[in-house]
């Protein structure tokens, strides 16, 4: 019983841990599609972005309801300086509640998708 008890208190952190990694790559595929579609939106018009993650929904480039962050359901949050700026970031709205690189212990700083650097974790 006591070896039991042993392998269940190592195994049980270890699947936690996993479990949680699992959340972090789905939230961060989210980020990447939707990155992707925004993308796909600025060739379409004349390398403008969006103005908000709905007008995706709005003209076809997603058929389905946005994707939210799989841990809390919360919208991802689109960023863009304007109608004619270069740049977008989409963050995930709860980034300090995902699971971090260094360990079961370790808590996600940022988790964004920004034009030409792709998903950063940190």
């Not at 003209?59 to 300086?81: F, K, N, Q, R, W």
């Not at 270069?86 to 996600?108: E, Q, W």
Request: proline residues 6%; negative net charge; glycine residues 10%.
């Amino acid at each position: 019983v006591a070896i039991i008890g042993i392998l269940a208190a190592i195994a049980v952190p270890n699947m936690i841990y996993a479990r949680k990694k699992a959340v972090l790559s789905s939230c961060q595929g989210n980020l990447r599609n939707l990155g992707l579609m925004v993308e796909n939106y600025s060739t379409d018009h004349k390398g403008h972005y969006p103005q908000a993650l709905a007008e995706l929904q709005t003209l076809g480039y997603i058929e389905t309801a946005l994707p939210s962050c799989p841990l809390s359901e919360a919208a991802y949050v689109l960023t863009v300086g304007g109608w004619d700026s270069t740049t977008f970031t989409i963050d995930c709205p709860n980034p300090g509640s995902h699971v971090g690189t260094a360990g079961p212990r370790s808590v996600t700083v940022s988790l964004y998708y920004t034009a030409g650097a792709g998903v950063i974790h940190e």
